[in-house]
């Protein structure tokens, strides 16, 4: 019996070069053939059916303007779908991966999962930097050093302009970008300053960046949605369990809607997890609006 597994991808010098020059690479799915747009599409839709529960996947929503509520995204599916485990744990993805955070020798792990859907009319993602969003768990192994986080994107609708495609500053992962405090947000200034790009992909493409590249993407203007899967990772040499920790960190600080406790504090989570993607509003306790006001007395 042979091994049907295809050769590992190796990427060419000049893909290498634009993605350290760049801070991002865009492989079409003929680059790549790491999975189909069909299977993409199935697997999608089974993660957006599985039955809602707790201390399982996340699913988390969004507020129209209209004021109606939609789904907006799920975090933390892998462990409850088999065939996107072996897709985004398995060594294809990872020797490209490996390739470009350079370590070859230690692999990634798999950090964090998520689907966005960008449902039709959904919401734009504000400009930000995902490293403020992880740096309280890379103080557990490297106390005052950054992780290199490196994310791939597959599109599993074609991504434009039209519908929201996500934006980067070109070589914005070697500038100081400013932030403003207390999140991943980028100061407005700073955004207005800068030239984005757009990055246009066809259904299964995949789009690789790292946790530092300035990101942005509008809303979806279109009638139809357009979802993508995003996994990030980080140099398995650096310890085992950094996603364990990090979801556990999550869902106690910011839970997915169907799991918030009424009146509970949720202020700290919102402002580590939410100060890009268009979660909804949570009401901060009565206590704590009081105390609040009181010190603008």
Known sequence: ????????????????????????????????????????????HEVRS?????????PYLETLP??????MRTENFVPYHADFSSLLTGPGLESILSQLIGDEQGGV???????????????GFKAHLDAPAYSHITSLTRPGQE????TANFAVDAASPANGCIEVVPGSHLMSVPLIPGGGAIDPEWEKEQEWVSVPLEEGDLLIFGSVLAHRSGGNESGAERKSVYAT?????????????????????FPPDHERIPGKDYSAGVQRYAFAA??????????????????VM
């Open 1 to 44: 019996m042979t091994d049907q597994t295809p050769p590992p991808i190796r990427l060419t010098p000049s893909q290498l070069t634009s993605y350290a020059q760049n801070g991002y690479l865009h492989l079409p799915l003929s680059e790549h053939n790491l999975i189909t747009p069909t299977l993409l599409h199935q697997y999608t």
């Open 50 to 58: 599985l039955p809602l529960t707790h201390n399982a996947h996340m």
């Open 66 to 71: 209209s004021g109606q509520k939609q789904l």
């Open 109 to 123: 792990a798999l950090f964090k999962d998520k689907i966005n859907y960008k449902l039709a009319k959904g919401n």
């Open 147 to 150: 992780l290199a986080h490196i």
């Open 233 to 253: 990772y980080y140099c398995r040499r650096e310890g085992e369990g950094l996603r364990e920790v990090y979801y556990q960190d999550r869902r106690e600080r």
């Open 278 to 295: 268009p979660f909804t509003t949570i009401e901060k306790p009565v206590e704590a609006q009081t105390a609040k006001a009181q010190e």
